[in-house]
């Protein structure tokens, strides 16, 4: 089994920045990864990293702005959000899955956080 427990919500304003953080306990996992759902939209794929960091995989709408990132001594794995719009404001899920490869689809993802709220007003 694996934990996952997410931090770093919060409301900002639009063109402002925001970290988020995961910590992992229990099993190592290999590929990590953040979701997002904003209010009556499905969950999507915001970015995913490998075991090494050396994939790494971003949705199109967050790219150059997002940069995922992860500590696995400290078995963390973070989310720079900077120049933030109120279309990013959802709750965010750090997902982990046991296998190498970095998905997109959160169907491959099997531990996912409770999530936290990103608000960004305009």
């Known amino acids: 089994q694996v934990q996952l427990v997410e931090t770093g919500g919060g409301l900002v304003q639009a063109g402002g920045s925001l970290r988020l953080s995961c910590a992992a306990s229990?099993?190592?996992?290999?590929?990590m990864g953040w979701f997002r759902q904003a209010p009556g939209k499905e969950r999507e794929f915001v970015a995913a990293i490998s075991r090494g960091g050396g994939s790494t995989s971003y949705a199109t709408s967050v790219k150059g702005r997002f940069t995922i990132s992860r500590d696995n001594a400290k078995n963390t794995v973070n989310l720079q959000m900077n120049s933030l719009k109120p279309e990013d404001t959802a709750v965010y899920y750090c997902?982990?899955?046991?296998?190498?490869?970095?998905?997109?689809?959160?169907?491959?993802?099997?531990?996912w956080g409770q999530g936290t709220q990103v608000t960004v007003s305009s």
């Open positions: 229990g099993r190592t996992s290999s590929t």
């Open positions: 997902a982990a899955r046991m296998g190498s490869t970095v998905y997109a689809s959160g169907s491959f993802y099997d531990y």
